[in-house]
């Protein structure tokens, strides 16, 4: 059974350029979230979403980031007009139910590297 | 609301023991622990859940004291793959059902 799928695995945009992340949950999971990790820092956040469904984007900043989860194929984590600020390892994770009882299987990650 | 971990990084030797510990300020439904490597994916240690239930490693023990919001990791008789970054994520009460609350991460070297 396939673990959860991130790619690329590393990612170089100059300023001002986009950035797209993708990510296959395990089989049978429907339900992603995304997190960011800075160096020597937690996990933090960003959206959750089901099937074509975004359920929490509190974490998502409020400008350039969009994130969606299509009926067939990855989810996406797309970055518009990045800056400096944006670099950092983004981390996808999936988990078979929604409810927070269900442990989260994370992906091996995007570092994301903005010049 | 960021769960506050302890200490933030601890050396053992071989075959010592340590606990790490999580505390929120917030009325807590349950607290996941994970493990990570440098530069590759938390991996899920255990879930403890409000009024008892624990899911996860058999080598690896918890405990959550839900009056206090406290949860502790004990790692007994460590070994040298123990060495990462141990975070723990919360699930406050009220809050989103959708996502974890992650503490800064404790260090943990563990040397021959």
């Known amino acids: 059974n396939a673990g959860v799928m991130q790619n690329p695995r590393h990612l170089v945009r100059r300023r001002g350029q986009e950035a797209r992340l993708r990510c296959s949950p395990m089989k049978g999971h429907s339900h992603v979230y995304w997190y960011r990790q800075l160096p020597e820092e937690g996990l933090k956040f960003m959206v959750y979403?089901?099937?074509?469904?975004?359920?929490?984007e509190s974490g998502m900043p409020k400008e350039r980031f969009s994130a969606e989860f299509p009926k067939e194929g990855p989810s996406i984590l797309r970055i518009q007009q990045v800056v400096r600020g944006d670099s950092a390892a983004y981390f996808c994770a999936s988990s078979p139910r929604r409810e927070l009882r269900y442990e989260q299987y994370f992906g091996p990650g995007t570092r994301l590297t903005v010049t | 609301q960021q769960p506050v971990q302890s200490p933030q990084a601890v050396i053992l030797r071989e075959g010592e023991d340590a606990v790490i510990n999580c505390s929120s300020s917030?009325?807590?439904?349950?607290v996941h622990w994970y493990r990570q490597k440098h530069g590759e994916a938390p991996v899920f240690l255990m879930i403890l859940l409000k009024g008892g239930e624990q899911k996860g490693h058999e080598k690896i023990s918890a405990s959550f004291n839900e009056k206090k919001q406290q949860s502790s990791l004990y790692l007994t008789a460590s070994q040298l793959s123990y060495s990462g970054t141990y975070f723990c994520g919360t699930v406050p009460y009220g809050g989103s059902q959708g996502n974890l609350i992650f503490g800064k991460g404790t260090k943990l070297s563990v040397k021959p």
């Open positions: 917030k009325a807590l439904y349950s």
């Open positions: 979403l089901q099937k074509e469904n975004i359920i929490d």
